[in-house]
């Protein structure tokens, strides 16, 4: 019987020594090697040359270009914006993309931020530090109250259910309306109708042409004081300037900002001391290998035997 011979997968990731090992134990049959994205060209060209895989988040310039054989790019997270929108990565080659338990983290976080407000943590701990025992700070019932996920796909979903756990009154915002048995789905064509009475607003949707630029003054303009807006997506969909008016005019209460346009956010940007703005380092869903391998092992299976890999994304839809 003839051997194939190992395939080769490239490891371009700023954690490459925490990925490398993890993968090799995934799937023992791949010849994988890594290095941080700064220092690609410390690969042994000969070997590029021959590499048909890469795992990878950001992609370094002129990389693809000395990996004629390549055939699938798997993501190290969930959002593919920065790979389907690269110039250098040619349209035939796949890209799979992986959110593991994205879910559960992002909605521990969004849970734990609503929370923090509804429980009025920052008033009682400011009592405490005064040593006022004031029994007229008094938590938020959140039961019945509206909250708007926009993005429903593993993600937004698993976010839905812990909200609907805090007695929240849950509705779906997607781009194509379907039938659903478990939540109230709405076309993201109706945000501006549910605004006025929703109690918050969380983007857990991919940077795509649809979805850039949503949150703007003309959706704020339907909002209300006791809005929180919460963006585990991506910073594009929110515009930076048209959020901040909201604050001030009033049409929402809170932003609590996970993802911006520019990371790390500069030290210059005015939503870090806005007192209505909570800044979070976009650690909503970390990538871990144990959380994200589940997700990728059967593509990994498949690319060390010589099959397709499966799942890819659609350039067009962006995710
Ligand atoms: C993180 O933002 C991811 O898209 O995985």
Same mark, same amino acid.
């Given at each position: ?68 054989? $390549?055939?699938?790019?798997?993501? !190290? ?5 920065? @790979? /389907? #929108?690269?110039?250098? +990565? =040619? ?109 918050? $607003?969380?983007?857990?949707?991919? !940077? ?5 630029? @949503? /949150? #703007?003054?003309?959706? +704020? =303009? ?98």
């Amino acid at each position: 019987m003839k051997l194939m011979p190992m395939r080769k997968l490239a490891v371009i990731h700023h954690r490459w020594t925490q990925w490398l090992p993890a993968l090799q134990q995934a799937e023992p049959r791949l010849d994988i090697r890594g290095a941080h994205p700064r220092e690609w060209e410390s690969l042994d060209p000969a070997w590029l040359a021959e590499t048909e895989g890469m795992f990878c988040w950001k992609l370094p310039e002129g990389l693809t270009g000395r990996m004629p054989k $390549l055939a699938w790019v798997q993501n !190290s997270g969930a959002g593919v914006d920065h @790979l /389907v #929108n690269h110039p250098e +990565l =040619s349209d035939h080659i796949p890209i799979t993309r992986a959110d593991g338990r994205f879910g559960f983290w992002m909605a521990r976080y969004v849970c734990g931020h609503l929370l923090t407000e509804a429980q009025r943590v920052n008033e009682c701990a400011k009592a405490q530090a005064a040593g006022l025992w004031n029994p007229k700070v008094i938590p938020e019932d959140l039961g019945g109250k509206s909250a708007l996920v926009l993005g429903f796909g593993r993600i937004g979903r698993q976010i839905g259910k812990a909200l609907r756990e805090l007695g929240m009154d849950v509705t779906g915002i997607v781009y194509t309306p379907r039938e659903d048995s478990e939540f109230n789905l709405r076309s993201s064509t109706d945000l501006g109708e549910l605004l006025p009475t929703a109690r918050c $607003l969380v983007l857990a949707a991919p !940077s795509t042409p649809l979805t850039r630029g @949503l /949150v #703007n003054s003309a959706l +704020l =303009s339907h909002g209300n004081p006791a809005l929180t807006l919460i963006n585990v997506g991506r910073g594009d969909l929110v515009n930076q300037v048209d959020l901040l008016a909201a604050l001030d005019a009033g049409t929402l209460g809170h932003a609590v900002l996970d993802v911006f346009t520019e990371e790390p956010l500069p030290i210059e940007s005015p939503l870090w001391h806005h007192p209505k703005v909570t800044v979070t380092p976009h650690h909503s869903g970390p990538s871990t290998p144990k959380d994200l391998i589940p997700d990728i092992l059967e593509n990994l299976r498949r690319f060390a035997e010589g099959h397709p890999v499966q799942y890819a994304v659609d350039r067009t839809r962006g995710y």
